[in-house]
């Protein structure tokens, strides 16, 4: 079974990233000229944003997550698949589910085979710097200014968006669980937002 997710995943996705991609794709690099996964809080310098980074978390945590589920999805004769399409309820190529749980393995699905609907929104946890070639652990989330996965409103809202178009695409799409994965539970104020949405 695949065990849940820790600092030994995270050095996993940065060694795998950094084969195909530049450091300062992963990082952001200091006035300091050190590369670090968020920025320190104590760090006091120029800041940038980075962008490049969210496509390959991205796609790492959707493989993880179908890892994850293989085996709850086995002794259900189900499969775990990653970027399913099925139009009929609004998972395009465009917008396909992250993971879905269904009767039949491929990508492109029809309703009637998922079994539940995942919305991965996991990133990066622990801060980490890049110095001489090699990985150095800074400290666990507290010690750092990210906003990894669902503590970003924009992250949760956008989770939030996407299981509405899927719920208002038709009647077979509203018996079908859709279910967010994340490292973390979502801010208070956000939580409320969720419950009013649940309610209408």
Same mark, same amino acid.
């Given at each position: =079974?695949? +065990?849940?997710? &820790?600092?030994?995943k995270e050095i996993e996705f940065f060694n795998e990233a950094r084969k195909f991609v530049t450091p300062e794709q992963l990082f952001y690099l200091g006035d300091d000229s050190h590369y670090y996964a968020y920025w320190p809080k104590s760090y006091m310098?120029?800041?940038? &944003?980075?962008q490049s980074r969210n496509a390959l978390i991205g796609n790492f945590t959707e493989k993880y997550s179908v890892d994850l589920l293989q085996d709850f999805a086995r002794i259900r004769e189900l499969y775990a698949v990653q970027g399913a399409i099925c139009n +009929? $309820?609004?998972l395009t190529t465009q917008s396909p589910a992250d993971v879905v749980l269904s009767?039949? /393995?491929q990508r492109e699905q029809s309703a009637?085979? $998922?079994?539940?609907i995942f919305e991965v929104k996991m990133s990066i946890v622990w801060n980490w710097e890049l110095r001489d070639?090699?990985? $150095?652990?800074?400290g666990d989330f507290k010690t750092h200014?990210?906003?990894?996965?669902?503590? /970003?409103?924009d992250s =949760?809202?956008?989770? $939030?968006?996407?299981?509405?178009?899927i719920r208002v695409s038709g009647y077979c799409a509203s018996q079908i669980p859709i279910i967010i994965l994340a490292l973390q539970s979502p801010k208070i104020i956000l939580q409320k937002l969720i419950t009013f949405i649940m309610q209408e």
């Open positions: =079974m695949t +065990e849940l997710w &820790t600092k030994q310098g120029k800041k940038s &944003t980075l +009929e $309820i609004g009767k039949k /393995r009637k085979n $998922i079994k539940a070639n090699k990985l $150095i652990c800074l200014k990210g906003n990894p996965g669902l503590l /970003r409103s =949760m809202l956008k989770a $939030i968006g996407k299981s509405i178009n």
